[in-house]
Nanobody, 112 residues
C-alpha cells in the first residue's frame, strides 16, 4: 500500500517562496506520472502540476511554480515562487491521474 507524505508548507508573505516535498513509500515512483494538487477552503481539489515524460503547469501558477522529481529518493517537489494569497491551500501529491490514497497534505498560507 502506497503512503504519501507531503511536507514543506508554512506561512509566507506574498512574493515569498516555498519548496514542497512529497515522499512515497510502498511503490516505486519512477513508474508513474506524478502530480501536485491543491484544495483551498470551500473549493474542490484542483490540479497544479504534472511530471512524466514532460512537465506541464496549470495556467494559474505558470511561470511561478516548478515541478521536479528525484526517483532515487522516491520524492517529487514543487518549487513555488512569487506566492500570492490565492495560492493559500492544502497541497497534495499523487499520480496523475490520481490513483493512490491521498496523504494528509501540507498547508500553505500566503499572507498579503
Amino acid at each position: 500500500q502506497v503512503q504519501l507524505v507531503e511536507s514543506g508548507g508554512g506561512l509566507v508573505q506574498a512574493g515569498g517562496s516555498l519548496k514542497l516535498s512529497c515522499a512515497a513509500s510502498g511503490r516505486t515512483f519512477s513508474h508513474y506520472d506524478l502530480g501536485w494538487y491543491r484544495q483551498a477552503p470551500g473549493k474542490e481539489r484542483e490540479f497544479v502540476a504534472h511530471i512524466g515524460g514532460t512537465t506541464y503547469i496549470a495556467d494559474s501558477v505558470k511561470g511561478r511554480f516548478t515541478i521536479s522529481r528525484d526517483n532515487a529518493k522516491n520524492t517529487v517537489y514543487l518549487q513555488m515562487n512569487s506566492l500570492k494569497p490565492e495560492d493559500t491551500a492544502v497541497y497534495y501529491c499523487n499520480t496523475n491521474p490520481a490513483i493512490w490514497a491521498w496523504g494528509q497534505g501540507t498547508q500553505v498560507t500566503v499572507s498579503s
